[in-house]
């Protein structure tokens, strides 16, 4: 299959030899199951750091895969993806197919008491979220590369900045060939707003600036309050006071902050009410 990296069965040490075959595993698993609605398996889809290469990508994926699922009593089925040929030279990722039931040594427990050692799927998922930042971010300096991974949303990170959205492989495909998707036109959208959000910050940014020089030249002229509505009166007392670089100051103050309110969105007009707050 192109772009397998790497394909195994991982299991506990204990473990009968016939789960490291493939078929033999998924076909226990099914034989397990009586009810139609049954959970045969749990499924992670994990991106890799693409700044590790294949092999260190790959001791990885073990440690993380150990840590979270073989010690604890079940199998893993992992897959180790490399970016299609003509999509983001970034996504790399695991597929990860964990057992429902924990291995013992004659076989599969009778029950799903303990599985995968939890019982609350969200405790679960954020243990294991925990888990894959703390390994991804300790293989990451192992070998010296500066990158991070923060698992935590972008709001809890204080980014004002929206969460983009994953398109996968198969839409890739069919951009490619020039069939219009869905998830591909949310993507580009999400992307422009994005760059939108970025550059109406770094005009806030750059008026903000102004706004802090004003208060630093108006704090040297006694009686007059640094406030660039105060600027942007006229009087002649007032410019006085404030001197010729406070007023132009001032002036491209206003005129910014002006210029981003009309933009009319919504981060413009925080912008815009944050320059002015007492």
Same mark, same amino acid.
């Given at each position: 299959k192109r772009g397998l990296l790497f394909s195994g069965v991982f299991a506990p040490?204990?473990?009968?030899? @016939?789960?490291?075959?493939?078929?033999?595993? @998924? $076909?226990?698993?099914?034989?397990?199951?009586?009810?139609?609605?049954?959970?045969?398996?749990?499924? &992670?889809?994990?991106?890799?750091?693409?700044?590790?290469?294949?092999?260190?990508? %790959? &001791?990885l994926v073990q440690d993380f895969v150990k840590e979270n699922f073989t010690r604890k009593g079940y199998a893993a089925d992992v897959n180790i993806h490399e970016p299609d040929e003509k999509g983001d030279e970034r996504n790399h990722h695991?597929?990860?197919?964990?057992?429902?039931? %924990?291995?013992?040594?004659?076989?599969?427990?009778?029950?799903?008491?303990?599985?995968?050692?939890?019982?609350? $799927?969200?405790?679960?998922?954020?243990?294991? %979220?925990?888990? @894959?930042?703390?390994?991804?971010?300790h293989h990451l300096e192992r070998w010296g590369i500066a990158a991070h991974i923060d698992r935590r949303s972008l709001q809890e990170q204080g980014l004002d900045r929206e969460p983009t959205q994953h398109r996968g492989p198969h839409v890739d495909a069919m951009e490619r060939k020039g069939v219009p998707t869905e998830r591909g036109f949310e993507a580009r959208a999400i992307d422009a707003r994005n760059c939108e959000r970025a550059a109406?910050?770094?005009?806030?940014?750059?008026?903000?600036?102004?706004? %802090?020089?004003?208060?630093?030249e108006a704090e040297d002229t006694p009686d007059v309050a640094p406030r660039a509505e105060k600027a942007s009166t006229g009087s002649g007392t007032e410019t006085g006071a404030f001197g010729k670089g406070a007023e132009k100051t001032a002036t491209r103050l206003l005129s910014g902050a002006a210029d981003l309110a009309g933009k009319g969105t919504e981060a413009a007009a925080d912008a815009f009410a944050s320059l002015f707050a007492a």
């Open positions: 040490a204990d473990a009968p030899a @016939w789960v490291k075959d493939r078929e033999q595993l @998924w $076909n226990a698993v099914e034989k397990c199951e009586k009810r139609k609605d049954s959970t045969l398996a749990r499924e &992670y889809e994990v991106s890799l750091p693409h700044e590790l290469t294949a092999e260190q990508r %790959r &001791y695991v597929h990860i197919l964990v057992t429902d039931r %924990r291995l013992e040594k004659d076989g599969f427990a009778a029950d799903k008491k303990e599985r995968h050692g939890m019982g609350n $799927n969200i405790k679960e998922l954020e243990a294991i %979220r925990d888990s @894959w930042e703390k390994l991804a971010n109406l910050q770094s005009e806030a940014a750059a008026l903000d600036r102004d706004r %802090r020089q004003i208060e630093v």
